[in-house]
């Protein structure tokens, strides 16, 4: 069965940090792309980074390039989102996924952050 579970969600202050982690099981992630994608309030959901399986590249969001860093621990099937230098706007609750980076196929429950001015 597969799941994904993302935690690590909390409130901080702008220009602050915090470290999300998504644990998988059900899957093996050398074998499919890993995202992780936000939505806030009345806004439509947005890709912030992926692990992409297909050119071993990870991708970032312009909104949080070189503020975000994503990465993973295979042995442990965990996933990470360092977020540093976090501004209100990234407040949004964030959610991991397998899958096509443009599509996920599972998703996991999402962990909110709030980014206090």
């Known amino acids: 069965e597969v799941q994904l579970q993302a935690s690590g969600g909390g409130l901080v202050q702008a220009g602050g940090s915090l470290r999300l982690s998504c644990s998988v099981s059900?899957?093996?992630?050398?074998?499919?792309?890993i995202g992780w994608f936000r939505q806030a309030p009345g806004k439509e959901r947005e890709g912030v980074s992926c692990i992409s399986s297909g050119d071993d590249s990870t991708y970032y969001a312009d909104s949080v390039k070189g503020r975000f860093t994503s990465s993973s621990d295979n042995a442990k099937n965990m996933v990470y989102l360092q977020m540093n230098s976090l501004k209100p706007e990234d407040t949004a609750v964030y959610y991991c996924a397998v899958g096509p980076c443009v599509r996920p196929w599972y998703w996991g429950q999402g962990t909110l952050v709030t980014v206090s001015s």
């Open positions: 059900g899957f093996t992630l050398e074998d499919d792309s």
